[in-house]
T-cell receptor, first 111, second 113 residues
């Protein structure tokens, strides 16, 4: 599976949009981009995933560049409860769903 | 749905003792994953089952670790004998098919003294 690069930490003001970037320049054509987050003392939580089209659900939006070498997770109105470590993972769907977690981005939402 | 249920939430044991961690999958899910999380190494996949059969155990650290699925809804991860370096948070996760998002439990924090 392709490796990902994320900034180790970011801050965001409560109520503002949080834009979390992820680079995956070695992504191949059959690899999806997945985002999970881990709130302190909890297990990771699925947020969203996509292949090449932008995706939106009740939690977030995922914007994937046309060349698929990078993506951005957008939390449109961040709340204090969105403070967590956010993981961007690239995975081949033939890999049996075995996720490989990197270091992620620690997002701190501040009042 | 209660989600993935892990027990115990916390386990403190002495070096050399046997430790058994338990996981109840979400009903209808047929894939099961055990992960370990430490500050130094982050989240590591230990083993993956599909339909009760171990598919990939390349992440299992050594022979002291073993995992089983005695039935479709339950799994155990056993460490025998335990060592201080096994101290970590152990997560299990399940999914309905091989390519669906994973649902994680809240983990078991293991401390081996």
């Amino acid at each position: 599976d392709a490796k990902t690069t994320q900034p180790p930490s970011m801050d965001c003001a409560e109520g503002r949009a949080a834009n979390l970037p992820c680079n995956h320049s070695t992504i191949s054509g059959n690899e999806y981009v997945y985002w999970y987050r881990q709130i302190h003392s909890q297990g990771p939580q699925y947020i969203i995933h996509g292949l090449k089209n932008n995706e939106t659900n009740e939690m977030a939006s995922l914007i994937i560049t046309e060349d698929r070498k990078s993506s951005t997770l957008i939390l449109p109105h961040a709340t204090l409860r969105d403070t967590a470590v956010y993981y961007c993972i690239v995975m081949n769907n033939n890999a049996g769903n075995m996720l490989t977690f990197g270091g992620g981005t620690r997002l701190m939402v501040k009042p | 749905d209660a989600g993935v249920i892990q027990s115990p939430r916390h386990e403190v044991t002495e070096m050399g003792q046997e430790v058994t961690l338990r996981c109840k999958l979400i009903s209808g899910h047929n894939s099961l994953f055990w992960y370990r999380q430490t500050m130094m190494r982050g989240l590591e996949l230990l083993i993956y089952f599909n339909n009760n059969v171990p598919i990939d155990d390349s992440g299992m650290p050594e022979d002291r670790f073993s995992a089983k699925m005695p039935n479709a809804s339950f799994s155990t991860l056993k460490i025998q004998p335990s060592e201080p370096r096994d101290s970590a948070v152990y997560f299990c996760a399940s999914s309905p098919t091989g390519v669906s998002p994973l649902h994680f439990g809240n983990g078991t924090r293991l401390t081996v003294t």
